[in-house]
């Protein structure tokens, strides 16, 4: 069974404070990593799919790595707009997604 | 990516009826999911809706609680019978397209009183 642990649950930092966000997993046959970004009372936001170990992916000031046991979610001088709960999720079969419980981020300015 | 509209956005529902909430997509896509989210909690698959056929669903979810619907390629129904207050929860609707990857719509919020 696919299991997916983030943390931590909860994180706050000061704007233009670096840090980084942790999705361990384990899953039998990994079709696809995806991080997600959610806001409160919407719905998730696609940020970025990693399909195989090594594989890094950046947009504005995040960006994405994998490796056969976890992904790691940098962010680079965070801005308050960032705050958000970061979702980390893993699908084996090619379509449904486990997702775990979220890192809810907090950057004050 | 597709554009997904989701209905109602919210209601709140007395114990013991029902609720259908609809997602309708701007293409066609290859599946359709619904997720239940509750409070403080992650998202949970609660069934693949299949169109022209019975729904899939996950351990702990069954169709006389959580009826689906799929008549087409763009649109899909989730009832949630019977309600109590243990249903209330974030609804969410997601597809995957041949040329996207999972999009959510905005999900319905559900409180049952």
């Known amino acids: 069974e696919d299991q997916v642990t983030q943390s931590p649950e909860a994180l706050r930092l000061q704007e233009g404070e670096s840090s980084s966000l942790n999705c361990s997993y384990t899953?039998?046959?990994?079709?696809?990593l995806f991080w997600y970004r959610q806001d409160p009372g919407k719905g998730p936001e696609f940020l970025f799919t990693?399909?195989?170990a090594g594989e890094e992916k950046e947009k504005e000031r995040l960006k994405a790595t994998l490796t056969k046991k976890e992904s790691f979610l940098h962010i680079t001088a965070p801005k308050p707009e960032d705050s958000a709960t970061y979702l980390c999720?893993?699908?084996?079969?090619?379509?449904?997604?486990?997702f775990g419980k979220g890192t809810s981020l907090l950057v004050t300015p | 990516s597709a554009v997904i509209s989701q209905k109602p956005s919210r209601d709140i529902c007395q114990r013991g009826t029902s609720l259908t909430i609809q997602c309708q997509v701007d293409s066609q896509v290859t599946m359709m999911f619904w997720y239940r989210q509750q409070p403080g909690q992650s998202l949970t698959l609660i069934a693949t809706?299949?169109?022209?056929?019975?729904?899939?669903?996950e351990s702990g979810f069954v169709i006389d609680k959580f009826p689906i619907s799929r008549p087409n390629l763009t649109f899909s129904t989730l009832t949630v019978s019977n309600m109590s207050p243990e249903d209330s929860s974030i609804y969410l609707c997601?597809?995957?397209?041949?040329?996207?990857?999972?999009?959510f719509g905005s999900g319905t919020r559900l409180t049952v009183v």
């Open positions: 997601s597809v995957v397209g041949q040329t996207y990857g999972y999009t």
């Open positions: 809706a299949n169109q022209g056929s019975e729904a899939t669903y």
């Open positions: 999720a893993v699908t084996h079969s090619g379509y449904a997604l486990n």
């Open positions: 899953v039998s046959g990994l079709r696809g």
């Open positions: 990693l399909y195989s």
